[in-house]
C-alpha cells in the first residue's frame, strides 16, 4: 500500500496544475508504472481536452509495456462519452492489467460505472489510496455536484485591531491593510476560482476590479450585489476585462456587451438564491470578498466552506469591525508579518 500511496502523491501532484482550468470538470492526474518505474504521466489541463489518463498512455514511449503495467488515477475514470471518450474504455483498449483508483467519482454521470466497466473486463482494481486527500483535491467539485451549489470561500484582511476598512477614505479605492505578498496570493486565490462577489458598499467605496492583475490567470466571473442600482457605469466592475453579473432589484437595467443584470428580491433568502443561480449557470466556486455585511449574512446563514483572514500587524484604531466570526482555526501561515488563519467549514 505504500507504494501505491507513492504513486497516488504524484497523481495529486499532476492534478492540482490544472486548478483553475479544468472548470466543470475535476482536478484530476495519472501515471503509468511498469517494474517500479514511472513510464507515462499527465494531467486534465482544461475542459474538452484529454483527460488525465488519456494523456499519461500518450506520454509511453513503448506502448507495449502497457500490458504489463499500473495505471494510477486520482478519481474514477470517466465512463461515458462527453466532449472526449470514456477514459475507462482506453484502459481497456490497451489492456492495462491493474487500476489504482484515488476515490469514486460520485458524479451521477460516473458514480462507478468506470469501475464496474474496468472490473467487467478483467483489469484488477484498488479503490481509496489516499482517499481524503483525493476528495480534498476535488472539493468545489463534489460540493457542486453533491450540495446543488458553488463552494463558497469567505476571505477578508483585517487590521491589528479588528478592522477591516477605515470610516473615512479621500479617494474612492481600497486601502491597503495586508502587505504586498499576501495581496499577491490574493491575486492566485481569485485565479483558482470560477466567480468573487462583493456587496454595493465595497463597490462604491473602494472602486475594485476584482481581477487577477498581481498573478498570471484567467479572472473570475464578477458578482456584484446593488439592490438599488447605485453603481454606476464608470466603476470598474463595468470595464470589459472579465464578465459581470448584477444582481438587483431595479427593472428595466439594460445589459451590455459584458454585464448581465438579474432581478431577485433583497429578502432573507437573497444569498441562497444567488448560489441555486450559479449552480444552474455551473460556476463551481465563488471567492466572498465583502464587505463586512455581505460576509456576515454567509456566516450567519452557515453557508460557506472555507474562510481565509489576513491578519496585519499594524492597527486602524478606528474603521468598520470585521464580520462576527468565532469559528476555530485550521491552519496558520506567516506571511512576512501578515498572519494567514484558515478555517473549514467541515468535520
Request: glycine share 6%; proline share 4%.
Amino acid at each position: 500500500m505504500i507504494e501505491h500511496e507513492i504513486y497516488m502523491k504524484r497523481c495529486l501532484q499532476l492534478a492540482k496544475n490544472g486548478l483553475g482550468t479544468t472548470y466543470p470538470n475535476p482536478l484530476v492526474g495519472s501515471v503509468v508504472v511498469y517494474e517500479g518505474k514511472i513510464i507515462g504521466e499527465g494531467w486534465h489541463k482544461k475542459a474538452g481536452e484529454p483527460h488525465a489518463e488519456v494523456n499519461a498512455i500518450n506520454s509511453v514511449k513503448d506502448k507495449s509495456l502497457l500490458k504489463k503495467s499500473t495505471i494510477y488515477v486520482n478519481l474514477e475514470p470517466c465512463s461515458h462519452f462527453g466532449k472526449t471518450p470514456p477514459c475507462a474504455n482506453l484502459i481497456i483498449e490497451h489492456q492495462i492489467p491493474k487500476v489504482v483508483i484515488g476515490c469514486i467519482d460520485s458524479f451521477s454521470e460516473v458514480a462507478g460505472k468506470g469501475i464496474e466497466k474496468l472490473t467487467n473486463a478483467g483489469c484488477e482494481v484498488i479503490l481509496n489510496v489516499l482517499e481524503k486527500e483525493c476528495l480534498a483535491i476535488n472539493k468545489r467539485f463534489f460540493t457542486f455536484h453533491n450540495k446543488k451549489r458553488p463552494y463558497i470561500i469567505l476571505k477578508w484582511a483585517e487590521s491589528a485591531d479588528g478592522f477591516i476598512a477605515p470610516l473615512e477614505k479621500e479617494t474612492k479605492t481600497s486601502i491597503a491593510i495586508s502587505n504586498v505578498y499576501s495581496r499577491q496570493l490574493v491575486h492566485k486565490y481569485r485565479s483558482e476560482e470560477q466567480a468573487i462577489l462583493v456587496g454595493t458598499h465595497t463597490v462604491l467605496e473602494d472602486n475594485p476590479s476584482l481581477d487577477t492583475r498581481d498573478w498570471f490567470g484567467s479572472n473570475p466571473i464578477r458578482i456584484i450585489l446593488d439592490k438599488s442600482g447605485k453603481i454606476s457605469d464608470d466603476y470598474q466592475i463595468k470595464n470589459k476585462k472579465n464578465p459581470t453579473i448584477i444582481f438587483t432589484e431595479q427593472e428595466n437595467c439594460l445589459n451590455s456587451e459584458n454585464c448581465i443584470y438579474e432581478n431577485l428580491t433583497f429578502d432573507k433568502n437573497l444569498i441562497f438564491n444567488i448560489m441555486d443561480f450559479l449552480f444552474e449557470k455551473g460556476i463551481q466556486s465563488i471567492i466572498i470578498e465583502g464587505g463586512t455585511q455581505t460576509l456576515q449574512h454567509f456566516i450567519d446563514d452557515n453557508l460557506w466552506d472555507e474562510a481565509r483572514v489576513f491578519i496585519s500587524e499594524n492597527e486602524l484604531v478606528t474603521g468598520i469591525k470585521k464580520p462576527v466570526f468565532s469559528e476555530k482555526c485550521n491552519q496558520k501561515h506567516l506571511i512576512e508579518k501578515n498572519q494567514l488563519k484558515i478555517y473549514s467549514n467541515h468535520d
